[in-house]
């Protein structure tokens, strides 16, 4: 029999996920078999999963798929106009009519492609995005996977770095494993809000140096799970940080819908490229991703995201293009993508109810983080930055020495061994500071606050709860 | 400051290049979406623009995508989608109420009763048991147990995880990986991915593409002498060639596997396209299950299916599970591991797979419908295989084996040397060159044998069945006279 000394040694570097899933899943199981719990079902928030904490998605979208899912709903009444218009024209660029079809280019569904193209252009105030540089893909972290495992080559000193940001988004230390990457960590800075440092930044390059080939730099903005927004300035100084250093900046967008933080703004960085001239704009090797797991969708069980390829080599882009030949994306969420990027208008019968439904999650989200962080930083042993974007709260624990000590006992991180404890005892699943890349003496918990605020309201009542009795019990 | 920079970083040089990028991806392969698909699409562009064509469309029958040529979904399986996807549905009572219960249960088990919540990676609970339950009564009764039971991106996902996690080892120690001649060739760009060692094994064209013991035994021992051949992949139904195993053959593969402490990889996703007569599709399970306990626990297998074929033909999903059979358990917690890295399979796919796992029983109200469409697209299937090989088998220099199974031809086409110096000249392998024309002067695209692998010296091209019967017999006819007129051309 196979033994685990013979899997694939990349394969056994990939650091194991936190107990924390699986712990929640077999409560709920237990809870389900009629266990008896101080709680009735478990809350998990723990990612960035809007649906799952019990936000509603987006009427149009749905109605729009399941008429392309079953066509014999174009005939339905309830369904208005503009869906069964926008579901006829895109059956009509699926190959058969179906969506049951392959696409026909690996990258995507052209049409699907030009109209990402055509929204990024429009979002940009007319800097052109094209439709050859798309390439759609089963969901961001697939995106990011295939430009990751394109970059992956050597070992040891001579392996592929990528500057993380410490804290980083809770998939990503393992998906940087999986491709064989060396993770070189950049710190925010948690006192002004989790802000990125030019310094900091050039400080972890110079190590970097020193362990490996660093050669690309992670940005997450709207930060996850920080809720930091960059402003241009800073999204210059990493533009210019990158050209001076050969560095590939990978730009995860997927909340660039989500910023409510006073007079703050999301820029792109596609379109600050642009608007620092030519010297930068046609040589920084610049790949941003988006994806309909973000807050207004909330689609992450559909699995779809796109990347756009900006300044790559022809000859590499073409491999990177050729890599999802045999296995291209799914359909259902290409067409998702399309509604996604291609909304109803004022003036469409569903326009309305749209734009109110937009208006309700995004002034959900706002209050929700607002109240949240409030009742956070109310609470002993915790403090909590404002976060201005995205869909994470990520407070910082103060933890008593007694807590450290159990938890250096049972060969666990402190802030899972909380987490854990929270959710034996509250049924509330949160994230670990851990996950997001951060070591100690940094413990941290990680909440989504997408949720309907009843929910919220539970889950800060079961924390408070929670928090003032281990400070009671280790003082 | 690199270097890079010190040069002014307005100077050429990409930071990331053809040098410095990952040097498998550079070696990666796949001839069915290749250079003859470019220039299909190229001249599906020029149609439209109005360019004169002594054809009036182009037929891609190079992929096997059902829908893309005409057949159509599954009544049952798109209602169930539909409800789950827009619960508002559930009140409407056009749908029947076997679709509804299924969809409410999906519902159920999904976060917010949503499937745009995150399932777990390994896939929705209760449709693992489906599938397991599936398993077993397609097994005659041997167990399933959901927990070995991993739901994927289509068949494809699982394949390329399980032959990650079992590559290691440098230079002669190198994992290697046997594979059939002719493969579909997501094996080889796979193991070119991950610089594998592929291991060749021929099935015998003059035995209707049989797998031949001795044949495994000479590839594997060749083997042997440049690296650790570990893994063995076969494809039944299989792609391209359309054979259907035997049952002796299976359990010869299952007693040469366990000799040579191999980990078998069956691709089964063809499994209910099999359609000569005599011919039977039997899982490698089932039959390592019936040889008893010195092969079937200790026979370490992995079984792939997915939605993309048989009579759902919904490639577009993305639908697929796969089974694990006697893994070690620190071995399975480490691919349980890496399934985790990819968050979790789209939870569309995984409704459809449920379906499909979960047909319509002959006491609910759309079995009727259900039956009769299923049965009409493999009676269809069936007739198409039949009539491909024998009109293809009337031409001189096309020879033709039946269609077992699958949804492929790949006859065997003789080339006259003419022909070869011409390609070589035109610097293209013999059999692109004629498919090549043959898309040129007919429209018609096919995908030439080399893509698949083929016997030193011969030469085949992979045509599926799928086409409209009627649009097929033109297909046929269409071939059939090029092949003439080629070879008169070149004689």
Redesign the interface.
């Known amino acids: 029999m196979s033994s685990v000394r013979e899997v694939n040694p990349t394969v056994r570097r990939i650091r194991a996920p936190t107990s924390l899933q699986s712990l929640a899943a077999r409560i709920t199981e237990e809870i389900k078999q009629g266990g008896q719990k101080p709680f009735r079902q478990v809350i998990d928030v723990s990612s960035g999963d809007p649906h799952r904490a019990g936000m509603a998605p987006i009427s149009f979208a749905r109605q729009v798929l399941a008429v392309c899912f079953y066509p014999e709903l174009l005939k339905d009444e309830r369904f208005p106009l503009d869906v069964k218009q926008r579901a006829q024209q895109l059956l009509g660029v699926c190959r058969g009519g179906s969506v049951g079809s392959y696409s026909l280019t690996s990258c995507g569904i052209p049409y699907v492609l030009k109209s990402v193209a055509e929204f990024i252009t429009g979002r940009d105030g007319g800097v052109r995005s094209h439709p050859e540089d798309i390439i759609i893909s089963n969901g961001s972290q697939k995106s990011l996977k295939m430009i990751l495992h394109l970059m992956a080559s050597g070992e040891g000193k001579t392996q592929t770095g990528v500057l993380t940001p410490m804290p980083c988004p809770h998939t990503l230390p393992a998906l940087l494993d999986d491709n064989g990457l060396t993770l070189v960590p950049y710190q925010l800075m948690e006192d002004r809000g989790w802000a990125v440092d030019l310094d900091e930044l050039h400080r972890a390059l110079k190590n970097a140096r020193e362990l490996c080939e660093p050669r690309a730099i992670y940005i997450s903005n709207p930060g996850n799970p920080t809720g930091h927004v960059q402003d241009r300035k800073t999204i210059e100084e990493v533009i210019r940080f990158a050209a001076t250093e050969s560095l590939v900046l990978l730009a995860d967008e997927v909340y660039q819908d989500s910023v409510y933080g006073l007079e703050k703004e999301f820029n792109s960085y596609k379109r600050v490229l642009f608007d620092m001239g030519k010297e930068y704009s046609e040589t920084v090797e610049l790949i941003s991703f988006h994806s309909l797991s973000n807050a207004l969708m909330g689609e992450c069980g559909l699995r779809g995201g796109y990347q756009e390829v900006i300044n790559m080599d022809p000859a590499v882009k073409t491999h990177l293009k050729d890599m999802q030949a045999p296995s291209s994306p799914a359909v259902i969420q290409q067409l998702a993508l399309e509604v996604m990027v291609n909304a109803p208008a004022p003036g469409d019968p569903s326009y309305e109810t749209y734009s109110q439904e937009i208006l309700h999650s995004q002034r959900t989200l706002s209050q929700n983080a607002q109240r949240a962080c409030e009742f956070l930083n109310d609470l002993p042993g915790m403090n909590c930055q404002p976060a201005m974007g995205g869909i994470f709260l990520y407070p910082c624990l103060n933890l008593p020495p007694k807590v450290l000590n159990e938890a250096k006992m049972l060969g666990v991180e402190p802030d899972v061994l909380y987490c854990q404890r929270l959710l034996e005892e509250e049924g509330v699943c949160l994230g670990a500071g851990c996950e997001n890349g951060q070591e100690d003496p940094n413990y941290h918990i990680r909440l989504c606050v997408l949720a309907p605020p009843a929910t919220l309201e539970e889950i800060l009542a079961r924390l408070s709860s929670f928090q003032l009795r281990l400070l009671d019990t280790f003082p | 400051?690199?270097q890079?920079?010190a040069n002014g970083?307005?100077s050429r040089v990409?930071?990331?290049?053809?040098d410095?990028?990952?040097?498998n991806?550079?070696k990666?392969e796949?001839a069915?979406?290749g250079a003859i698909v470019q220039r299909a699409?190229q001249i599906e562009k020029e149609l439209k623009e109005g360019v004169k064509k002594p054809f009036t469309e182009v037929i891609k029958a190079n992929?096997g995508?059902?829908?893309?040529?005409?057949?159509k979904?599954i009544t049952f399986l798109?209602?169930v989608?539909?409800l789950c996807?827009?619960p508002?549905?559930l009140e409407?009572n056009?749908f029947p109420e076997d679709a509804k219960q299924r969809a409410r249960r999906i519902l159920d088990a999904?976060?917010?009763q949503?499937?745009?919540?995150?399932?777990?990676s390994q896939g929705i609970e209760c449709i693992r048991q489906d599938v397991a339950r599936y398993i077993e009564k397609r097994d005659g009764g041997i167990p399933s147990n959901p927990d070995n039971i991993y739901l994927s991106?289509?068949a494809?996902?699982a394949i390329?995880t399980v032959l990650?996690?079992?590559?290691?080892g440098e230079g002669r120690d190198r994992t290697g990986v046997m594979i059939s001649i002719p493969q579909y060739?997501?094996y080889s760009?796979?193991l070119a991915d991950l610089a594998a060692v592929q291991i060749n094994y021929y099935l015998d064209e003059d035995k209707c593409w049989s797998l031949d013991i001795a044949e495994l035994k000479r590839a594997v021992n060749a083997a042997r002498q440049y690296c650790n051949p570990?893994v063995i992949c076969i494809i039944n139904p299989g792609n391209p060639t359309g054979q259907v195993q035997s049952r002796q053959c299976i359990e010869d593969v299952i007693r040469f596997a366990e000799e040579e402490h191999l980990?078998l990889m069956a691709d089964e996703v063809y499994q209910d396209n099999v359609y000569a007569e005599g011919c039977k599709f039997h899982s490698f399970k089932r039959v390592l299950f019936e040889m008893g306990p010195k092969y079937s626990t200790?026979v370490?297998m992995a079984s792939f299916h997915s939605t993309s074929k048989c009579y759902?033909?919904?490639?577009?999903?993305?639908g697929g599970y796969m089974e694990v059979i006697?893994?070690?358990p620190?071995?399975k917690?480490?691919l349980t591991?890496?399934v985790?890295?990819?968050?979790?399979?789209?939870?569309?796919?995984q409704a459809l797979l449920d379906m499909v796992v979960n047909p319509p029983q002959p006491d609910e109200p759309s079995y009727n419908t259900f039956m009769k469409e299923r049965t009409a697209v493999l009676a269809d299937l069936a007739e198409k295989a039949g009539l491909t090989e024998q009109i293809f088998n009337t031409v001189p220099g096309i020879t033709c084996n039946p269609v077992q199974g699958a949804m492929y031809t790949f006859p065997r086409i003789a080339l006259p040397q003419k022909a070869i110096d011409k390609a070589k000249e035109e610097g293209l392998v013999p059999d692109m060159f004629y498919c090549m024309k043959l898309l040129e002067e007919e429209g018609i695209c096919l995908v030439p044998g080399s893509g698949f692998g083929q016997r030193e010296g011969t030469f085949h091209f992979r045509m599926t069945i799928l086409p409209p019967t009627e649009k097929l017999k033109i297909v046929l006819q269409k071939i059939s006279e090029f092949h003439i007129r080629f070879t008169r051309e070149f004689s």
Do not use: W
Request: a positive charge; aromatic letters at 6%; charged letters at 20%.
């Open positions: 400051m690199s890079h920079a970083f307005a990409k930071v990331l290049n053809l410095n990028m990952n040097p991806v550079r990666v796949y069915v979406r699409l992929i995508d059902a829908h893309a040529m005409g057949q979904p798109r209602q989608l539909a996807t827009y508002d549905l409407d056009k999904c976060g917010g949503s499937i745009g919540a995150y399932s777990t991106t289509g494809s996902d390329v990650k996690l079992l590559v290691c060739p997501l760009a796979a570990r980990f200790t370490e759902m033909g919904e490639c577009g999903f993305r006697n893994m070690d620190e071995v917690a480490q591991k890496i985790s890295v990819h968050l979790c399979p789209p939870v569309p796919g």
